[in-house]
């Protein structure tokens, strides 16, 4: 592909060194090295460099062909070289996204198994809470997370109670 890129750049050249040729053949050098260009050429390419192709006189599509046919020239020998390169790559696409499909499925089973985690947990969270209410209306109760003591002694660290004996 480097071989194919080379002449490629090789023409890109001819065709920009051939335009500046042009280019200074309808101008007029002036003493300090510069080009003047009469209005009329800069007019017509302003209007040139404006229009959308489509829209340009056949004259000016077919200088444009005229480019485009040296390049297609380059590509014509390397058609079949050039068609398995883009069937290599849509391979390696294909491989690539299969793989990155598969990433995905098993990432979207794991979270399948997070969400049925997070349920699982928000069940026994909202277990513990009705045991929580169900000691709370106990006479003289005792607090099984901090260690047996009376409720209306917590420490910070107790799920069930605030410091002053309220079910969290």
Known sequence: MNELLEKLAALEHERWAGWMRYLFTKGEDLPNGLVLLGGNWADRWRRQMDTPYEQLSEAEKESGRKEVRKTLELLEPRGDALADYFAVG???????????????????AENAG?????????????????LVKQVGTRPARH?????GHRVEIHDDECPAFNTDGTVK
């Open 114 to 130: 997070l969400m049925e985690l997070n349920h699982a947990a928000r069940a026994e969270l909202e277990r513990l809470r009705g």
């Open 143 to 147: 607090c099984p997370w901090c260690s």
């Open 90 to 108: 849509r391979r390696v696409y294909i491989e690539q996204n299969s793989a990155l499909q598969a990433e995905l499925a098993t990432l979207r």
